[in-house]
């Protein structure tokens, strides 16, 4: 086995559409460290972002079917590497990016070494131009803050998305447990975020999270709309998750925050208008807004539309009715991919590492591996 196989599984890992760029501190490498033993980390570099089979990645990596699918089992358990399991057919198995991926499997895994890990070199993964190109996470808003004469599209309503799917989960935040485990606690509830679907499945499989109902899950967007929560789903128009995010732990969030005018690099629909003639200045929204977009000036409210991102927590908790939201120009709305899938093979065309023809490359090549597997 090559000395360097981390250094080959951070290329590999950089080569997916979220990325995992080299730091001048090799925290990356100190992160796979943890996360991978040698031989994981050297079977990672077989797996691609197709679904395949054990005696494909076998095939892939010359090892015998048996001894590399009791290792894919340990790497799913992980949060690795992803797979489906579907009764009456064999499982499979596929590559994901750290982020969104490793990052959120490692739910209930982390300590505080790599927690510190995590904590310098997250920041490095968002790139604001790129995110504003091809966001994983988009914002919406608050149900309660739709005006009825609103223009609201199904997929910019969070209880629409629910409704869409039967297989529900709900699983701890994995951003407030990680800055719980730096010392960092915040007064927000935990179990808040929900996955649907396969991604339900996996959460539930591998003890992350619980399956609930769909009702169970429209009572915790409620309660996320109370607790001042900002509702971040897949940037898809089919929703493969819901996070319910804060401003002081989200790294997507916090990221942001850091910029002068976060609202031009989140993908949302809407954003705030004041009337100031309708508020009294009784700043009951200051602390609903998660981006510090709402100030106090002289004892007068006043929005800084370049920091709102339209999650409409001002709104619902205006007593005056003076906040409200609006849509944006159709002009200022990126079309939205149909699926998570697509998404994330956007953002990989928009930082260059992929492309139609290397897509193809890899359908072409999982496909001969299957045939010369014998099948899978």
């Not at 040698?38 to 077989?46: K, M, Q, R, S, T």
């Not at 009294?280 to 709102?308: F, H, I, K, P, Y």
């Not at 944006?328 to 956007?346: C, D, G, M, Y």
Request: aromatic residues 6%; negative net charge.
């Amino acid at each position: 086995m090559p000395d360097d196989v981390y250094t080959e599984l951070s290329r590999f890992l950089d080569n997916l559409p979220g990325g995992f760029p080299a730091t001048e501190s090799g925290v990356e490498r100190k992160i796979l460290e943890r996360l991978f033993t040698p031989d994981e980390a050297a079977i990672e570099l077989h797996l691609s972002l197709m679904d395949e089979t054990a005696n494909v990645i076998a095939h892939r990596a010359r090892r015998p079917v048996d001894e590399i699918a009791k290792m894919l089992d340990r790497m799913e358990d992980k949060g690795l590497i992803y797979g489906r399991h579907k009764a009456g057919h064999p499982p499979v198995y596929s590559a994901i990016p750290f982020v969104v991926g490793i990052f959120e499997f490692q739910l209930h895994k982390m300590d505080p070494e790599v927690a510190g890990y995590f904590e310098e070199f997250l920041p490095h993964l968002l790139v604001p131009e790129v995110w504003k190109q091809a966001p994983l996470l988009r914002t919406i808003p608050v149900g309660a803050s739709l005006d009825l004469g609103l223009e609201v599209l199904p997929y910019e309503q969070a209880e629409a998305l629910v409704r869409e799917h039967s297989k529900i989960s709900v699983a701890e935040c994995v951003c407030r447990q990680h800055q719980a485990v730096l010392g960092h606690r915040c007064d927000k509830p935990m179990e808040t975020c929900l996955s649907f679907g396969s991604g339900a499945d996996f959460y539930v499989r591998h003890r992350m999270g619980r399956e609930i109902t769909r009702d169970e899950a429209l009572a915790i967007l409620a309660r996320a709309e109370e607790d001042g929560l900002v509702l971040q789903p897949s940037a898809s128009e089919k929703a493969s998750f819901i996070c319910c995010c804060c401003g002081c732990c989200c790294g997507v969030l916090a990221t942001l925050k850091r910029h002068p005018n976060p609202g031009q690099y989140v993908h949302s629909a809407f954003v705030a208008v004041l009337d100031q003639e309708l508020c009294s200045g009784c700043e009951l929204c200051l602390d609903r807004c998660q981006m510090q977009a709402l100030a106090s000036e002289d004892g007068a409210v006043v929005l800084d539309t370049g920091r709102c991102i339209g999650c409409g927590l001002c709104v619902t908790a205006c007593l005056d009715k003076a906040l409200v939201l609006m849509r944006k120009p159709e002009q200022e709305v990126p079309r939205l991919p149909s699926t998570f899938a697509q998404a994330n093979i956007h953002l990989g065309k928009v930082r260059g590492v992929m492309s139609n023809r290397s897509l193809a490359e890899m359908f072409i090549r999982s496909k001969v591996d299957r045939a010369a597997a014998g099948g899978g």
